[in-house]
Structure formats: structure tokens, C-alpha cells
């Protein structure tokens, strides 16, 4: 039978509506499937977002905690004691997170509790509990541990890490002869040559040098251990004490008695373990050879050192000066001569009236510096430091022989004065015009690397593998090769920028016989030593031309130890013991697990 026109297109019309309607669930589930896909994605980044939030949070904290450490560090000057405040902390904090950006937040190390924030988009809890410090004293090594457990939400998701921090103070930083210290664990460290042939020397204190160690003559006195880079020869021509003998007698005249440091039982007696002292005099010697080259600090920018005498109010005075922090960074701070000496500190104390010091201070030419002094400071020369006489402490440290109670006299010795002269060029002492200047390059001195801010000293005469060298010559015309004294004569390395009738206005010794101060410069120590001349605290550098009349005697301070009990909570300012050349204290993670919210 024939099919009619209408029923035709009733059939098509069904076919394509049908049609229509297949591909409108096609269309559909694709458009489901998409919105799903959307929304897991989303859900994704959320949870992902939400997870580095929750890091950042945690990160913030941890980071706030940590400036907040070094800042007390900084203007407290002692490093354990600034650990102790991070213990026995609790305290929740919130911390915003914009666009992965956490807000900074002022947590104080000293002060630790909750701190207000601006709203934005991701809020992160972070509640911090610090256990107590945990203390290994024979070891001066102290820690303390720092719980944080943080958690955010975000667009439905929740998410939480716990995370376990510990800061860590190690008196122990790094010693010659491999083990850990400073340099200034030693009463006498050179970079160079330690030669000592025909000297009657005493060392009270340990003696290194990265090249050889020369002991061979038969009037030193050794009661410490030599380190060096190469060999120490001729060991069997030195003497050293026994140790009951250490600190009660006198040698070739000179009398040091309780200036030395302790013994290693400081009543004598092995077998009490109250009176132990780390770095204490141990009987006999211990000579270490083929050590790997110890680095000294470099006195590097000195508007580092600057900002930090500036932090701390550092100060120094005598009765016509007075210094705050810096010297020579406003008008008129100079030696009063008129020509040239912008940034020439002159200090001189008496015993009426002594230098007062207190803190780190930084002069950004030359120092003069003799007589008396009282307080504890550490004085940064941008050129030379200048000894023009004895330095005598008011309030001197010492060390009883026998000692039945060390930590008594330890914490009696944080209060006695000290003095740190630091040079970024040379120190000279005495007159320099009784130098010998033949002994003031190659081969009595040497080769050395140096800091690339000493370029403008003069101190850069080459450079290795793109490394700073001086070439060890200090009879050169130093800075640009034309600089001049107050008197308009050219400058040479060891000189002042004081002309001589200016040098001797203020009144210079031939011979210095007493320093109670810890000597230290970049570069060169010179000078002439009186008959009979005691050293009381340390002397290092990297190069060294010295004249001895008679008998020296060189006592280590022992509160620059890194060991001691004297060192413990002793502030010194030294370079490489302060900030910001100073090493932060040590934070390491050594947990970190995401738990359930």
C-alpha cells in the first residue's frame, strides 16, 4: 500500500526529535562530566593551596622567631643566653596568606604571644609550644625544642602539618688542629711563620700558625699545645711546667701569677670533677702538625661594623673625647690637628682618670690608644691601630692557683675590664720610628689573601683564581700610593696618619712592656716590646714583625674561650665572634608530618 505525504513527515519529524534528544544527553552528560571536572580540579587547587598555605604559615613563624633570636643576639651580644628565652614558650598565632604571600608577623624572641593581622584571604593557626633548654654542660652545647602544629581552611578543605624545630648553641666553633673553635682559642695565632728561635718567650695558652711552628730554643716556656699547618721543630729544646707549679711562680722576673688560665683541675685534684675546666691547663704538650689552613676572620665592610656599634650604643671616652657608636661620621670628629685626620681617635687614660668602654666602637681612620682603662669594649680602627704606651686594666681579670671554686671566679670575671684592638690594616705599637723596616717584607713576612675592602688601604696587590693576595711588602706607600700624614709626607703601611711632632705631642713610648688587651689585625702586628713585657689576652694576625728586649710572657684570657666557663656567657666583640660576621645560631627541622585536622 502507498504511503501518504503526512505519514512521511511524521516519521522524519520523530526521527529528528529523537536525534535531537540523544544528543541533547550527549550534550549534557559531556556538560556534567566538565562541571565535574571543574569542580575537582578546584577542589585540587584548593587542597594543594591550602596545604602551602598552611607551610607558609608554619615558615612565617619559624622565620619571625628566628630574627627575633638574632636581634636579641645582636644587642644582647650572648648567644646561649638568648637561646634560654625561646624556652618554655606557648602561644597561638594567626598568620594571613595572600596569594601563596604569608603577612610578616613581629613575634619577639623575648616576648613571645599573640599578634594581630590584617584579614585577607587564607587564615592559618599556628600554635607553637617550646620545651625547657636541655643542656650538655661538660659540652657547653645547649638546644631547645620547638613544637608547631598549624592548620587553615580553605573553600571546604581543612588541612594540619606538625612540625618539629630545634635551635642549637655550640660553644664548640672552631679550633686549630681540626677540632672546632676560633682562632682566639689560641694566646698566639699567625697566618704565616711562627718563629721563636733565640726569645725568651712563656706561652700560658695554646700557640698555632698555619705554616711551621719554630719552638728550638731552650728559654721557652710552653705550657699550652702548638698547632700548625706544617711541622713544629725542635720540640724537644722547649720547657713547660708542671701544672702544681702553673700560675705560682714568676719567670725570668716577671710575675704573672693568677693573669694565666687555669689549670685543668683548677684545685689540682683529678678526681674531683667539680673543678674541671675545659681548656684548663693539662700537664705536658701536645704538638699537632700537617693541620688544615685555618681561615682568620677578615675585618670586612666596615659600615657592618658601624651599624653594629651603632645598634649596641656602643661607646669609649677619656677626659676630653667621647665617642657614641661611629667616629669620624660627623663633622669635627677627628685628632684636633686640622689637616688629614678626619676619623683619628686619640684615647689616653690615667689611672685618675681612665678610658671607660663600653660595647663596640668603631673609628673609621686610625686609633692612638694608651694608658688606663676600665670597662669591657672592642674598638675597630678602618686603618691602623696605634699603641703608643702600656694599656692597664683597672679591674683586671684572674684565675686563682689552686681555684676550689672555678664557676665563683667565672662568674666574677665577667664584670673585669677587657679591651679588644682590632685593625683593619695594621697594628703598631710603641714607636714606629724604632721599627726595623727591613723586616717588614718577604721572607719575614709573607703573601696573603685579603679582603677585597681592604683594596682601598692598598692592601690588594693581586689577585688569584679572581681572589684577593697582598704581596706581604709593608715598606709601600699604602691607600693610592700618594697618601699623606697630617704633615703632608707620604704614607707608608706601618706609619700613622699623625705626623711625627703630632705622635709625639700626645706622648709615645720607644718600648711597650704591659698590654692587657687581645691584639688582632687584618693584616700586620709590629712594634717593640719592653724589657721584661707581659701580654695579658691574645695576639693574632697574619703577618708579624716583632722586637723583644729580654723576657715576654703571653697569658691567654680565658674568657675568649669557646669551651670555658669564663667564655660561656662573655661577650668579647671580636671579629668572627659578634655579628654580623658571627655565625647565627643553628635551627633544623627534623620533623614534619601532615596529620589529620
Known amino acids: ?15 529528528v526529535m529523537m536525534l535531537i534528544l540523544l544528543a541533547s544527553f550527549i550534550g549534557g552528560a559531556f556538560l556534567l562530566s566538565a562541571r565535574g571536572t571543574n569542580t575537582s580540579i578546584e577542589n585540587w587547587k584548593a587542597y594543594d593551596e591550602c596545604l602551602l598555605a598552611v607551610q607558609s604559615g608554619l615558615e612565617t613563624v619559624n622565620y619571625s622567631m628566628y630574627t627575633n633570636l638574632l636581634n636579641d643576639i645582636y644587642l644582647n651580644g650572648n648567644r646561649r643566653d638568648s637561646l634560654d628565652v625561646l624556652a618554655n614558650k606557648d602561644f597561638s598565632i594567626d598568620v594571613i596568606v595572600t596569594d601563596g604571600v604569608a603577612s610578616p608577623v613581629g613575634v619577639s624572641s623575648a616576648s613571645v604571644g599573640s ?10 593557626t599556628v600554635t607553637v609550644a617550646s620545651g625547657a633548654m636541655d643542656e650538655v654542660v661538660p659540652e657547653n652545647r645547649s638546644e631547645v625544642m620547638i613544637n608547631c602544629d598549624a592548620v587553615a581552611s580553605y573553600r571546604g578543605v581543612k588541612r594540619r602539618v606538625k612540625e618539629v624545630v630545634t635551635y642549637n ?22 697566618d704565616n711563620h711562627g718563629f721563636f728561635s ?6 700560658n695558652g695554646d700557640v698555632g700558625a698555619n705554616l711551621d711552628i719554630d719552638l728550638k730554643y731552650s728559654s721557652i716556656r710552653l705550657n699550652g699545645d702548638a698547632y700548625a699547618g ?9 720547657k713547660s711546667l708542671a701544672w702544681n707549679d702553673y700560675g705560682t711562680q714568676d719567670f725570668a722576673g716577671i710575675f704573672f701569677g693568677n693573669r694565666v688560665r687555669p689549670a685543668l683541675y683548677t684545685d689540682y685534684n683529678r678526681s674531683n670533677t667539680n673543678t674541671y675546666y675545659n681548656q684548663g691547663y693539662a700537664e705536658g704538650v701536645n704538638f699537632y702538625e700537617e693541620q688544615d689552613l685555618k681561615e682568620l676572620p677578615f675585618i670586612g665592610p666596615l659600615s657592618d661594623y658601624e651599624e653594629y656599634a651603632i645598634a649596641v650604643s656602643g661607646s669609649a671616652s677619656d677626659s676630653s673625647t667621647t665617642v657614641t657608636g661611629v667616629w669620624g661620621d660627623d663633622a669635627g670628629e677627628d685628632a684636633g690637628i686640622g689637616t688629614n685626620d678626619t676619623g683619628c681617635l686619640v684615647l689616653v687614660g690615667t689611672e685618675a682618670n681612665p678610658i671607660r668602654l663600653d660595647g663596640v666602637v668603631v673609628a673609621r681612620q686610625d686609633i692612638y690608644i694608651k694608658g688606663y682603662y676600665t670597662g669591657q669594649g672592642t674598638l675597630y680602627a678602618g686603618r691602623n691601630v696605634h699603641v703608643l704606651g702600656n694599656l692597664i686594666a683597672v679591674n683586671q681579670a684572674s684565675w686563682p692557683h689552686p681555684d676550689p671554686n672555678p664557676l665563683a671566679t667565672a662568674a666574677a670575671n665577667q664584670s673585669a675590664d677587657f679591651l679588644g684592638l682590632c685593625a683593619k690594616g695594621s697594628l703598631i705599637f710603641g714607636d714606629h720610628r724604632g721599627l726595623d723596616t727591613s723586616y717588614l717584607d718577604e721572607p719575614h713576612t709573607a703573601s696573603h689573601a685579603s679582603d677585597i675592602t681592604d683594596a682601598s688601604l692598598g692592601y690588594v696587590s693581586y689577585y688569584v683564581d679572581g681572589e684577593p693576595y697582598f704581596d706581604g711588602d709593608y715598606r709601600q706607600a699604602d691607600g693610592n700610593g700618594a697618601e699623606q700624614r697630617t704633615d703632608g709626607s707620604l704614607r707608608h703601611f706601618y706609619q700613622p696618619i699623625l705626623s711625627n711632632s703630632d705622635i709625639d705631642a700626645i706622648g709615645v713610648s720607644a718600648d711597650v712592656g704591659l698590654f692587657d688587651a687581645v691584639l688582632y689585625a687584618n693584616h700586620l702586628i709590629a ?8 701580654l695579658n689576652g691574645a695576639f693574632i694576625c697574619r703577618d708579624e714583625s716583632v722586637k723583644r ?6 697569658n691567654w684570657d680565658a674568657r675568649l674561650g669557646s669551651l670555658t666557663m669564663d ?3 662573655f661577650y668579647s666583640g671580636l671579629p668572627g665572634m659578634m655579628l654580623p660576621a658571627q655565625q647565627p645560631l643553628p635551627s633544623r627541622t627534623i620533623q614534619w608530618a601532615e596529620v589529620i585536622p
Open 527 to 534: 712594634g717593640n716590646f719592653a724589657e721584661n713585657s707581659i
Open 115 to 124: 599578634q594581630s593581622v590584617s584579614a585577607s584571604a587564607i587564615t592559618v
Open 169 to 190: 648553641y655550640n660553644g664548640v666553633a672552631e679550633l686549630p688542629g681540626g677540632s672546632e673553635g676560633s682562632v682566639f682559642d689560641n694566646v698566639f695565632f699567625i
Open 230 to 238: 706544617g711541622e713544629c721543630t725542635s720540640k724537644k729544646l722547649y
Open 1 to 15: 500500500m502507498m504511503k501518504t505525504c503526512e505519514q512521511k513527515e511524521g516519521f522524519v519529524l520523530t526521527a
Open 198 to 203: 733565640g726569645v725568651n718567650c712563656d706561652f
Open 567 to 569: 667564655g660561656e656567657s
Open 549 to 554: 728586649h729580654g723576657n715576654l710572657a703571653l
